[in-house]
């Protein structure tokens, strides 16, 4: 009995050790944003936001009288247009590249009334 009873702990015990490995990972980590370089200057923040948003970026958001038009910068305004395309095409292939105009952060960019779009 005794050695049964130890086989059948050590079983319990491999299997609470092998469901606690596997576990998927709690919400809110690994969560990643796109947003403009600090170090890029607005020229090249600019053309990297035009090509953002003529290949996919919803960029309605940053327009006059919409949720995320202020602050009205280009980094702003970038940062949007760039997590727009990473959130959209990350599954697909897409980066946040940008030619080098943009950074990945884990902290969400969002403010006020203005939601950075995140999909897992």
Known sequence: MGKKMSIVLLR????LLATSIITPKSNGENEQWCIAD????????????D???G???DC?????NQPCYYPNTTRDHAS????????KFKN????????G????TELDPSHNSCRYEFIP
């Open 12 to 15: 319990i015990m491999l299997a």
């Open 55 to 57: 290949n996919g970026a």
């Open 51 to 53: 090509w953002a948003c």
């Open 38 to 49: 600090e170090q890029t200057p607005d020229d090249e923040l600019q053309a990297a936001m």
């Open 92 to 99: 697909k292939g897409g980066s946040c590249y940008f030619k």
């Open 60 to 64: 309605s958001k940053i327009q006059m």
């Open 101 to 104: 105009a943009a950074v990945i």
């Open 80 to 87: 949007y247009a760039f997590n727009s395309y990473f959130q």
